[in-house]
């Protein structure tokens, strides 16, 4: 299956669709690798730039006159944003590339957070952290990329460390900006009310850099960018209206949007609340509530990374069937976490728990996109959008539920969260690839991946050829059977020059 091409060496080992089949961390060859490190530092400076306020929310607070109700809405905002976005970006990466699409959107969003500096209200508040809530749809394209860069057999890895070490920016802010804004008060001698506005330029700076990295250094594909594949008849140029339809239609992607929602979605949830749940609850200083809520954030470093990991782990011996139960059994043990940390009474306890959910949490972010690359060949930047924009959308749903007003206490939110964690869990046991099977049922007799992935293209598409890189895919993707089902049937290209079989 690993090839070198007569028409161009790869410093990586490739498949049939020149996908890296190894991830080397501290390479920076181009094109696998590269694209790796643009994508996972694009998407940390995009977290940096949405949660740079809220570790400077005091000063801001008392600057411009904002009320509990203000800051509360501001942080559903800022998640909000970005529901619509990840589809839309889905679409985009589908469409264009995840060069284009990423770059665009971060040089979209840059100007949020330049005017970040000027407001003067809390209208003007919410309103700057809506559009650069925007951003964050960049994880779909930095999803999208990886898939597109690296085998089925590393693809979890990718996934995971890119999107693990993006979120990282949400911990990280919380480091970052205090002690920018000490050093603009310490060194230029500004005001408190001037230094957090000049402080903002730090990530604007940064979310701009970083766009340009990608659109001159980044490539979309192994063999090149959409354009020129598209140009040279290598890629066939999809049209927007069946990526839609074959992304839609798939219930597979909708389950994983709804888990998505309540681990991702989590974790934007707690990032916005963390912080005061220990300064109110616990009566920590601001900057001991700081540390213990970048802690959560920070755990990206390894937790997500290793979930994409154990996902590639598991599916070398079991398959799909492996990852599917890994990400469930993880997910509801997140769930079960986040319940006890709401009813744990003391300040130890408390911050033990909550940096053992964290793990599990973020593992379970990390596990997901270990499945989702398989859900669709045709519409995978749809699929991805639509489980990134779950993520938002349960981070929405539960803030608004659990913690705005004065319903629920928020050591009561926290439990109620966790609950929901583990009922949304539950869908995972109705995911069923026919090809590989699902949790309590093994594959269809019979049925193999190109049956699977070529169910997407019509008898006309194919005849044209379009149908050529799900071919590759299949044969690529023929690992998820596991190692039990490595004697399965495995069939000849001619069979699939007619429609497949029904799956």
């Known amino acids: 299956m690993e090839m070198e091409t007569k028409e161009r060496k790869f410093a990586l080992p490739v498949d049939s669709e020149h996908k890296a089949t190894e991830f080397r961390l501290f390479s920076v060859a181009t094109p696998h690798m590269r694209a790796f490190h643009l994508s996972w530092i694009s998407f940390f400076s995009c977290f940096v730039s949405t949660f740079a306020a809220p570790p ?27 529901v619509f976005a990840r589809v839309a970006m889905g679409t985009a990466c589908d469409l264009f590339g995840p060069r284009l699409a990423s770059s665009s959107l971060i ?45 089925p057999n590393v693809v979890g890895t990718a996934n995971g460390l890119s999107g693990g070490w993006g979120n990282l920016g949400g911990g990280a802010t919380r480091l970052i900006m205090p002690l920018v ?7 230029i001698g500004s005001t408190k009310f001037t230094a957090w506005r000049i402080a903002f330029f730090i990530p604007a700076l940064f979310q701009t850099l970083s766009a340009f990295g990608i659109f001159f250094l980044g490539q979309d594909m192994p063999d090149g960018n959409y354009n020129r594949l598209e140009t040279s008849g290598e890629k066939h140029k999809d049209e927007f209206s069946q990526v839609f339809y074959h992304a839609i239609t798939n219930y597979r992607g909708w389950i994983l949007a709804l888990t998505y929602g309540y681990c991702f979605g989590v974790e934007l949830t707690i990032d916005n609340i963390i912080a005061q749940y220990f300064f109110d609850r616990f009566h920590v200083n601001l900057h001991t509530a700081g540390i213990i809520a970048a802690s959560f954030g920070l755990a990206n470093l390894f937790s997500r990374p290793g979930g994409g990991m154990l996902s590639d782990l598991v599916a070398k011996r079991y398959g ?27 300040l130890t306890g408390s911050i033990a728990v909550m940096l053992v959910c964290s793990v599990f949490v973020q593992a379970a972010c990390g596990l997901t996109f270990g499945v989702v690359p398989f859900v669709s060949r045709r519409s995978l930047g749809v699929i991805s959008g639509m489980t990134g924009g779950g993520g938002n959308v349960g981070a929405v ?25 583990m009922c949304c869990s539950l869908a995972i046991l109705f995911i069923y690839f026919p090809q590989w099977g699902g949790l309590f049922c093994g594959p269809k007799k019979g049925v193999t991946e ?16 379009f149908h050529k890189m799900s071919m590759k895919f299949s044969e690529n993707s023929r690992r998820e059977r596991g190692k039990k089902g490595v004697s399965a049937p495995v069939p000849v290209p001619s069979d699939y020059e007619s429609t497949p079989a029904n799956v």
């Open 320 to 346: 799909m069937r492996g990852r599917l139960w890994t990400l469930w059994v993880v997910q509801m043990i997140g769930g079960l976490l986040c319940l006890l940390l709401g009813k744990i009474s003391s």
């Open 56 to 82: 400077l929310i005091p000063i801001i607070r008392d600057n411009l006159d904002l009320t509990a109700t203000d800051i509360g809405n501001a942080g559903i905002a800022a998640v909000s944003g970005a």
């Open 107 to 151: 040089l979209l969003t840059a100007p949020a957070v330049y005017l970040s500096a000027i407001i003067n209200s809390p209208s003007g508040f919410l309103m700057v952290r809506f559009f650069t809530g925007f951003s964050l749809a960049t994880f779909v394209s930095t999803q999208f990329w990886m898939s597109s860069m690296f085998s």
């Open 181 to 187: 804004y000490s050093l603009i008060q310490s060194q």
């Open 450 to 465: 190109e049956d699977y992935y070529l169910s997407e293209w019509t008898e006309a598409e194919k005849q044209q050829g």
């Open 397 to 421: 749903l539960t803030q608004v539920i659990f913690f705005r007003g004065s319903r629920y206490s928020t050591e009561e939110g926290i439990t109620l969260m966790g609950v929901m964690i």
